[in-house]
């Protein structure tokens, strides 16, 4: 997958789960686990689980009988998830490609991957691999974030980097964005094999109630922290402290209303 994923490492997995999980990722975790309850799976495979915010909402969503096993490309954020679980949960933890994921065909009922795909280098590897590991009948969810001028959070912080940074600006704020055309990706499903496909958008108006954890979540909690620090322009400290102040202008204060939009999928593997 993407040489982004090797860089969460150090502080990034924490700063990324504590500062940006509880405002772009939990509420959408919460939809994503309802989603996949309602199916009633017994059998839950989970790609891109990053800091386990969505395996957490699918634990407590699901029954004790469903057996639920999260993966990711990167140890460092899985060790993260792993601290949210104790052994009674049955959550089994594995280190795995989703565009070559290590079960056998026919395994699971459902798959789930919550702004995963975007960072996969070949997403039609990604589709293949779902299809193989399912069972006939099995449900793929996954969910992609819709463009910039939707999700205020990655404009505003990328249009920052990217005056910082006019030469040689880093482009992890581009890369998950750039998914939000549908048609490219419900054709991509549909030439992998899938059938039964939906598509949801869901936008969130999002209160921000520590907005400097938040800001310290964008700069420090990703890749982008030592890419401002190789380019020496300026620190990592003083780009929080600019993009909290450009927040506060232009989402306002007391509180801080973030808006967020994401695209859900689902799609079937036929019998």
């Given at each position: 997958?993407?040489?982004?994923?090797?860089?969460?490492?150090?502080?990034?997995?924490?700063?990324?789960?504590?500062?940006?999980?509880?405002?772009?990722?939990?509420?959408?975790?919460?939809?994503?686990a309802r989603r996949?309850?309602?199916?009633?799976?017994?059998?839950?495979?989970?790609?891109?689980?990053?800091?386990?915010?969505?395996?957490?909402?699918?634990?407590?969503?699901?029954?004790?009988?469903?057996?639920?096993?999260?993966?990711?490309?990167?140890?460092p954020m899985l060790?993260?998830?792993?601290?949210?679980?104790?052994?009674?949960?049955?959550?089994?933890?594995?280190?795995?490609?989703?565009?070559?994921?290590?079960?056998?065909?026919?395994?699971?009922?459902?798959?789930?991957?919550?702004?995963?795909?975007?960072?996969?280098?070949?997403?039609?590897?990604?589709?293949?691999?779902?299809?193989?590991?399912?069972?006939?009948?099995?449900?793929?969810?996954?969910?992609?974030?819709?463009?910039?001028?939707?999700?205020?959070?990655?404009?505003?912080?990328?249009?920052?980097?990217?005056?910082?940074?006019?030469?040689?600006?880093?482009?992890?704020?581009?890369?998950?964005?750039?998914?939000?055309a549908i048609d490219?990706?419900?054709?991509?499903?549909?030439?992998?094999?899938?059938?039964?496909?939906?598509?949801?958008?869901?936008?969130?108006?999002?209160?921000?109630?520590?907005?400097?954890?938040?800001?310290?979540?964008?700069?420090?909690?990703?890749?982008?922290?030592?890419?401002?620090?190789?380019?020496?322009?300026?620190?990592?400290?003083?780009?929080?402290?600019?993009?909290?102040?450009?927040?506060?202008?232009?989402?306002?204060?007391?509180?801080?209303?973030?808006?967020?939009?994401?695209?859900?999928?689902?799609?079937?593997?036929?019998?």
């Amino acid at each position: 997958m993407d040489n982004n994923s090797a860089e969460f490492v150090g502080s990034i997995p924490y700063l990324y789960d504590r500062g940006l999980g509880p405002v772009i990722f939990a509420d959408y975790a919460a939809e994503m686990a309802r989603r996949v309850a309602a199916f009633a799976p017994a059998r839950v495979l989970e790609t891109a689980a990053g800091t386990g915010i969505v395996t957490r909402a699918l634990r407590d969503r699901l029954p004790a009988s469903t057996a639920l096993t999260a993966t990711d490309l990167n140890e460092p954020m899985l060790a993260v998830a792993q601290r949210k679980f104790t052994g009674d949960d049955g959550v089994v933890f594995r280190t795995a490609d989703a565009q070559a994921l290590p079960f056998a065909d026919n395994l699971f009922d459902a798959m789930v991957c919550q702004f995963g795909i975007m960072f996969y280098p070949d997403r039609a590897k990604g589709y293949a691999e779902a299809l193989r590991v399912l069972q006939p009948g099995g449900r793929y969810f996954f969910s992609v974030w819709d463009a910039h001028r939707y999700n205020a959070f990655a404009r505003i912080t990328n249009a920052l980097i990217s005056r910082t940074f006019p030469d040689n600006p880093p482009t992890f704020y581009s890369v998950p964005f750039g998914c939000a055309a549908i048609d490219p990706i419900k054709e991509a499903l549909i030439d992998a094999g899938f059938t039964g496909i939906s598509v949801d958008v869901l936008p969130i108006d999002k209160r921000v109630d520590d907005l400097d954890l938040f800001v310290r979540g964008l700069i420090s909690g990703n890749p982008v922290v030592d890419q401002i620090r190789a380019r020496g322009r300026t620190t990592p400290a003083a780009m929080e402290t600019e993009l909290a102040e450009t927040f506060k202008r232009e989402l306002g204060t007391d509180p801080t209303i973030v808006p967020l939009q994401s695209i859900f999928y689902s799609a079937v593997k036929p019998r």
